[in-house]
T-cell receptor, first 116, second 115 residues
């Protein structure tokens, strides 16, 4: 149980285009989902927290207009990187939290984004 | 603010032996949760073990156990009978409550299990 998927697993795009990453909880309802960014050989950096049906809460320094987050249902959250630039290249990971162990987050497999 | 410190950037252990990864943390919360997550080369973040701060008993999950010292704010992970598949980056993590329940990650310890 507690499986989280992400799609795509890797994406290459041209500078200036937008990229959407999906995060799904497959076998549970996720009241809260989180989006992280991980640079090579570093720890995870929280970008934003999203609750179903409400606006996401962004961490300080994260541009909300650049990283659009939508949490339209209890099983799906999307992160859209708008007008991507090479410096946005990174590994993006989502996590989801269910109702039964609200302090525990289950992570997706991550999406590697490369902006050329 | 909550912080997590992992003082061992890299460690190695021989297969079948035991290794302990260190972690200290700081928090002003009374109720909180501590976790160890592992991230193997596949980069999938996997929950290894969780500890509720109000429980004195140390958590165990098969070959993985913790030594939770609340007063010292220490939370070490012991891996017994190390296996090659244990090779991964290990992150010590604290969840400090609040409405969002954000996780705070340590910088990680890279563990290599050698045959």
């Amino acid at each position: 149980g507690a499986v989280v998927s992400q799609h795509p697993s890797r994406v290459i795009c041209k500078s200036g285009t937008s990229v959407k990453i999906e995060c799904r909880s497959l076998d549970f309802q996720a009241t809260t989902m989180f989006w992280y960014r991980q640079f090579p050989k570093q720890s995870l950096m929280l970008m934003a927290t999203s609750n179903e049906g409400s606006k996401a809460t962004y961490e300080q320094g994260v541009e909300k207009d650049k990283f659009l987050i939508n949490h339209a249902s209890l099983t799906l959250s999307t992160l859209t990187v708008t007008s991507a630039h090479p410096e946005d290249s990174s590994f993006y990971i989502c996590s989801a939290r269910g109702d039964w162990q609200q302090e525990t987050q289950y992570f997706g497999p991550g999406t590697r984004l490369l902006v050329l | 603010a909550q912080t997590v410190t992992q003082s061992q950037p890299e460690m190695s252990v021989q297969e079948a032996e035991t290794v302990t990864l260190s972690c200290t943390y700081d928090t002003s919360e009374n109720n909180y949760y501590l976790f160890w997550y592992k991230q193997p080369p596949s980069r999938q973040m996997i929950l290894v073990i969780r500890q509720e701060a109000y429980k004195q008993q140390n958590a165990t999950e098969n070959r993985f156990s913790v030594n939770f010292q609340k007063a010292a704010k220490s939370f070490s992970l012991k891996i017994s009978d190390s296996q090659l598949g244990d090779t991964a980056m290990y992150f010590c993590v604290i969840e400090g409550g609040g409405s969002q329940g954000n996780l705070i990650f340590g910088k990680g310890t890279k563990l290599s299990v050698k045959p």
